[in-house]
């Protein structure tokens, strides 16, 4: 039951979160092109909810009240859980691939394919970092006592990573597409927790830091076309290439002058 509670809060929570983001999703525009040019501009509104949740999951590291909470949550799930299910680990790329799976079947996007590539890397870039740093530094114990590096779930931040990236780029085509996407991140999340992976502090810190990221590389887009940006570097020749060493998914940045 409490685990239950604790996910509904977390969706309730979020589902806020996503109205009050950005007011444009109910503004009339007079056509998509004319929006679609248009960045995600920084307003200190946007830090509420994924400072929140990072809060929450930091506190978390120290407070007793919040580290009891994380205890009763794995009780109830681990309850009557007869085997795991590893479907977290192909959910967290669910969202941020359906933005281009859905450029494929036509639904018009924010940005164009080379830009919702570099918003893509540069926010993987920024949450990778900052997910391993925090598992460095506060070496947290997992829940099943594999190793220490359970603070922040990696997992989650990618999941709403994407789910955020998701939101912004047809939010003016429909708000649903943002919703589904936080839909499977939250998902994530729970089967993190319910593989006894992670505890809810975990969860909670890595949504906010993939939420957060995502924010950040829109804000840091302009700074970072412009370094890449070939009439200002004739010369330079850059391309964003995937990777996948067995264990993660990510984006390298290779440029030559």
Known sequence: MIFKKAIFFLLLFLSFGLHAQDNSVDKKVDTLAVKSAEQLQFNKK?????????????????????KAINSEVREEVQENIDHKFTIDDFFQYVPAASIYALSAFGVKSKNNFRDKTIILATSYLIMGVTVEALKKTTKIERPDGSNFNSFPS???????????????????VSPWYGIAGYAVAAGTGAFRMYNNRHWLTD??????????????????????ND????KKHKNRKSAFLPYYDGKQLGFGLVSSF
């Open 46 to 66: 946007q830090l509420i909810i994924p400072v929140a949740l990072i809060t929450y999951g930091v506190v978390g590291l120290h407070s007793d009240f919040l």
């Open 154 to 172: 990696g997992h989650t931040a990618t999941a709403f990573m994407g789910a955020e990236l998701m939101f912004q780029e047809y939010k003016e």
């Open 203 to 224: 969860v909670v810190a890595g949504a906010g830091i993939g939420i957060l990221s995502a924010k950040a590389a829109y804000w840091l887009y302009p700074t970072v």
């Open 227 to 230: 370094l890449l940006s070939s």
